[in-house]
């Protein structure tokens, strides 16, 4: 494995009924002001926004509501909710949502510390920091993007037309709360793209070097493995409590740091899908599997050792009078088989996308990763847009 140094501070309280059992007692110790920030409404016709506020008023807390925290969550809305913070002297950010709203909420933190130009200093290069940002806790109610145990957020700045994010271990949550209940009034669709979205973040991390045995890689297939099994309990019972809290802690493992440590990673989908978000305003998830099996067709056989082991140790495929290569592209399409059976769209047109957007745009816009068992070109990653187009 190559080095590493492993630093997690979010202190994780899993299980149904954790958030009426904790939340109380964990908001003490912050100040009086609690901004209580979430989307577009759902939290209310739920229940979980009128447990949340019972809680904090019952414990003498100040609340100051942030609310419409959109899917991707824009640089003006952060100055937006540093601003409201600001003005009203506020103590702690409770951040109740899926990845949107917690990776907004971590903006916020700092923002509402800082003075500069938040957007230049801290998203546009990795910054520095000589503060401490904004206590924030998360109560998750959408498994998918494991924001919660890291310090990652993904922001998009709609003038420059470039999403981004950064992980900086001074944004990870003081405390995170996640009760798989809360995740059952999710719509269908919603979980499962979030559910992909887990899938791909633990594909982004496994298909990089090294390919010698490593426990991140083994511990990786276990994960995705769980991620399909429980998908599809999940669908065929969305109120199957095993399935929707495995989903949930999967969501956690794939970016709490665990299963990058010693791994190189790639993460080049996630940059062309959060372009593409960009332009579009597409869902993360359903874009991801939109791009996936297109891109792993232009790399697996530069990789086709892992791709293979892929095929074999989590699709279980067997390897009798197969090539390695032969192994490989079994892999890709086990895992293009699977996001059809999820219902999961396939192309940019089932996403939604009009013919007219201007692909070779957004592919010159794309970060360039050096992790990829074959780094992208500008014009590589537009030959893969036209194939996902169709």
């Known amino acids: 494995m190559n080095n590493f140094i492993f630093e997690n501070r979010t202190k994780?309280?899993?299980?149904?009924?954790?958030?009426?059992?904790?939340?109380?007692?964990?908001?003490?110790?912050?100040?009086?002001?609690?901004?209580?920030?979430?989307?577009?409404?759902?939290?209310?016709?739920?229940?979980?926004?009128?447990?949340?506020?019972?809680?904090?008023?019952?414990?003498?807390?100040?609340i100051v509501e942030f609310p419409g925290i959109m899917s991707n969550p824009t640089y003006n809305?952060?100055?937006?909710?540093?601003?409201?913070?600001?003005?009203n002297k506020v103590d702690l950010i409770l951040g109740i949502g899926g990845g949107s709203v917690m990776d907004c909420c971590k903006a916020i933190s700092i923002a509402s510390r800082y003075d500069g130009d938040l957007w230049k200093d801290f998203w546009e290069r990795p910054g520095v920091f000589e503060f401490e940002p904004l206590p924030l806790g998360v109560i998750v109610t959408v498994a998918g993007t494991g924001s919660e145990c890291n310090g990652g957020s993904v922001i998009t700045n709609e003038e420059l037309k470039v999403k981004t994010g950064r992980d900086y271990p001074q944004c990870n949550p003081k405390f995170a709360l996640l009760d798989p209940t809360y995740t059952f009034s999710v719509p269908k669709r919603q979980m499962i793209s979030g559910a992909f979205d887990t899938l791909s973040h633990i594909m982004e991390i496994y298909f990089s070097e090294?390919?010698?045995?490593?426990?991140?890689?083994?511990?990786?297939?276990?994960?995705?493995?769980?991620?399909?099994k429980n998908l599809r309990e999940a669908i065929k019972d969305p109120m199957n409590y095993t399935a929707r809290s495995n989903l949930m802690w999967d969501a956690t493992m794939a970016e709490n740091r665990i299963i990058k440590l010693g791994k190189r990673t790639d993460f080049e989908c996630h940059q062309i899908e959060h372009q593409l978000g960009a332009y579009t305003n597409c869902n993360h998830g359903e874009g991801l599997a939109v791009i996936h099996p297109i891109y792993y067709r232009h790399i697996c056989e530069a990789g086709q050792l892992k791709f293979a082991r892929f095929a074999t140790e989590v699709w279980k495929i067997p390897n009798k009078d197969k090539t390695t290569l032969d192994l490989a592209i079994a892999g890709v399409e086990a895992l293009e088989d699977f996001i059809k059976e999820i219902g999961l769209p396939t192309t940019l047109q089932e996403l939604g996308i009009m013919s007219n957007i201007d692909l070779e745009e957004i592919a010159r816009s794309c970060n360039i990763v050096k992790g990829s068992y074959k780094v992208m070109t500008p014009e590589e990653i537009y030959?893969?847009?036209?194939?996902c187009y169709e």
Not at 383 to 387: A, D, T
């Open 383 to 387: 030959e893969i847009l036209k194939e």
């Open 210 to 228: 090294p390919d010698e045995s490593n426990v991140s890689d083994d511990i990786s297939e276990a994960l995705m493995r769980n991620v399909i």
């Open 77 to 87: 809305k952060v100055l937006e909710g540093a601003k409201l913070v600001k003005n």
């Open 12 to 62: 994780v309280f899993f299980g149904k009924g954790c958030v009426n059992e904790y939340l109380e007692c964990l908001s003490k110790g912050y100040g009086n002001t609690v901004m209580v920030a979430y989307g577009g409404g759902s939290i209310k016709r739920n229940g979980i926004y009128d447990e949340v506020i019972n809680i904090l008023k019952n414990s003498g807390k100040n």
